[in-house]
């Protein structure tokens, strides 16, 4: 199995854990504190869906950054961010489930035909990532989530 191949299947099985948690919390219980888990589940599958951007030569060479915002995320260290956005928390579980199901779709065909160090998605503060770097921030973003579930 290629390291590709396991932070994919990593992020999958991060994917079904963090449904699995919404989905075995009331419908109250899932809109309570101050990012819900509700609203969790829809900023990961949010930051999929925005992330990936076609190749346009940047480089794709990893930053400082990278490996210190990875090591933080895994640690589940809270790092001040600028949300684009207030996810939401009102979109029906099987919405998301279905949104997220095609994120992954069209993100494991992007990540199928990537050529080694071609961009694939662009990150705010990471910037240029290639399909590697891309699986590994998405496999250390949800374990920063997961540590951190709303109780």
């Known amino acids: 199995m290629t390291r590709q191949q396991r932070h994919w299947q990593a992020i999958e099985q991060q994917k079904t854990e963090v449904l699995r948690r919404l989905e075995a919390l009331t419908p109250t219980q899932a809109q309570q504190g101050d990012w819900s888990a509700a609203q969790v589940a829809y900023h990961l599958m949010?930051?999929?869906?925005?992330?990936?951007?076609?190749?346009?030569g940047s480089s794709t060479r990893r930053k400082p950054v990278f490996y210190v915002g990875c090591a933080l995320l895994r640690a589940a260290v809270s790092i001040p961010s600028k949300a684009r956005e207030e996810p939401r928390g009102d979109l029906p579980l099987?919405?998301?489930?279905?949104?997220?199901?095609?994120?992954?779709?069209?993100?494991?065909?992007?990540?199928?035909?990537?050529?080694?160090?071609?961009?694939?998605?662009?990150?705010?503060?990471?910037?240029?990532?290639?399909?590697?770097?891309?699986?590994?921030?998405?496999?250390a973003h949800l374990t920063y989530h997961l540590?951190?579930?709303p109780a």
């Open 94 to 139: 099987s919405e998301l489930k279905a949104r997220w199901a095609a994120s992954r779709e069209t993100l494991q065909a992007t990540l199928a035909t990537a050529a080694p160090g071609e961009r694939v998605a662009q990150h705010p503060v990471f910037g240029a990532l290639d399909a590697e770097s891309y699986l590994r921030m998405l496999e």
């Open 46 to 56: 949010r930051a999929e869906e925005l992330l990936p951007a076609p190749p346009d």
């Open 147 to 149: 540590k951190r579930w």
